[in-house]
């Protein structure tokens, strides 16, 4: 007799996709938890920190784009498959530039600042390729609870991230909180790439109840609708609606940008904050 019952593969997707978001956002705040450390080792001026702890969010934004073109191409399994490890690699080698360019202090901030934008270029393809697959993988009535497992793990990473660094670094330093990252970026990464896949009609463990649920037809990896010359740009870029959605986002996105960045560094160096209590209220805005 056969099962009429769906199989529940699309929440265990969901559920790795979540662990990818959560390390996303440890790769994002371990230069704000580790910038005291390497102001006060290398004598970075707060200026010089700006740079480098900015460039992180330059790479992200110009390659959001060539990202979602990707997974378009390629596949979103694919694609965050690569872009995790990328990330990870970069974000591990952060620990070796003091031991690879034993420079002048310039040289130094020069080279942290490249490795963050290209570790923000490949953190990219974490938002376009999630939202694929969410489209992907859940019914009409489950993608808002499908986007939403996305922003909690961005959330459970910037309450998790805080208290996690402040801890490792006071035992073994700032270099703990970039190779914790970036090795739990490889292991997700992994598990990604061995279980995931783009569709449900591609996965072995989708049943056809469940198929028929996604209401999924076949599609192979590389189906993509994107098209340059067919974009109405200027249809687009005349709406207002268009403009002030991208206001509306500019505004969202700079309070986090200060939570990722600057909070704890305010709380340890300003307000005197240990590092234990800088970790600790550090996570709080991340609750709400």
């Not at 390629?74 to 360019?101: E, H, N, S, Y």
């Not at 009609?201 to 028929?212: C, D, F, I, T």
Request: glycine fraction near 8%.
């Amino acid at each position: 007799m056969r099962d009429l019952s769906p199989t529940r593969v699309r929440w265990q997707i969901l559920a790795i996709l979540t662990l990818i978001m959560l390390v996303t956002a440890f790769g994002r705040l371990n230069l704000g938890v580790s910038a005291k450390y390497l102001q006060e080792e290398f004598h970075f001026s707060t200026q010089t920190m700006g740079w480098i702890l900015s460039t992180f969010a330059f790479g992200y934004a110009l390659f959001q784009i060539p990202w979602g073109w990707t997974g378009d191409r390629l596949g979103p399994r694919r694609t965050l498959t690569v872009a995790l490890l990328c990330w990870a690699i970069l974000t591990i080698l952060m620990t070796v530039v003091p031991i690879l360019q034993p420079g002048p202090w310039w040289n130094l901030a020069v080279d942290f600042a490249i490795l963050r934008f290209l570790a923000g270029a490949g953190e990219a393809a974490s938002y376009p390729n999630a939202n694929k697959i969410v489209a992907f993988w859940t019914t009409k009535t489950e993608r808002a609870l499908g986007s939403s497992f996305l922003l909690g793990g961005v959330g459970a990473g910037g309450v998790i991230s805080p208290l996690l660094f402040a801890a490792t670094m006071q035992r073994w330093g700032w270099r703990s909180s970039f190779i914790i990252s970036g090795v739990l970026a490889i292991i997700v990464a992994a598990l990604w790439a061995f279980y995931a896949r783009n569709t449900p009609a591609e996965h072995p463990r989708v049943n056809e109840a469940e198929l028929a649920l996604l209401d999924s037809a076949p599609r192979t990896s590389g189906s993509h609708s994107f098209r340059v010359s067919g974009t109405p740009w200027r249809k687009i870029f005349s709406s207002r609606s268009v403009w002030a959605l991208l206001l509306s986002y500019v505004c969202h996105g700079y309070s986090p940008y200060i939570y990722f960045t600057w909070f704890f560094i305010y709380l340890t160096k300003v307000r005197g904050f240990t590092v234990i209590k800088g970790g600790l209220w550090g996570s709080t805005p991340f609750i709400a």
